[in-house]
């Protein structure tokens, strides 16, 4: 499904107007009407991707994926770290995905939150 596909069944679903809902998150009816039939090229930018998020009860996160984006927090952490690229090559190829290596990392975390903690 595409950005466009996803945000018109949900604002469909919640029963908002596409002039209501293009209002309430700060863009022209026009433009959301063709992002949302997948006539626009240029997706909405991030401020109105988490915007629409909000408004629709999406993740913030899937709805930048759909779009091609990353968020400006995410590539922050990327660039911040030069180990960072290459740890996510390496996961990927080894085909974990993000929401699998996060389960994998907090049962890891709760693991050592457990143990007894050494006497100094």
Request: cysteine-free; charged content about 30%.
């Amino acid at each position: 499904m595409t950005l466009g596909n996803h945000l018109r069944a949900r604002r469909l679903k919640l029963g908002i107007g596409l002039r209501e809902l293009a209002g309430r998150v700060g863009m022209s009816a026009t433009y959301l009407s063709r992002v949302e039939t997948d006539d626009e090229k240029n997706p909405p930018a991030e401020k109105l991707l988490y915007a629409l998020a909000e408004q629709l009860g999406f993740g913030a996160d899937d709805l930048m994926a759909l779009a091609g984006r990353v968020s400006a927090d995410v590539l922050d952490i990327i660039l911040g770290d030069p180990g960072m690229p290459a740890f996510l090559r390496a996961t990927a190829a080894r085909g974990v995905t993000g929401e699998e290596l996060m389960r994998r990392e907090l049962a890891r975390i709760e693991v050592l939150e457990r143990r007894p903690r050494e006497r100094t």
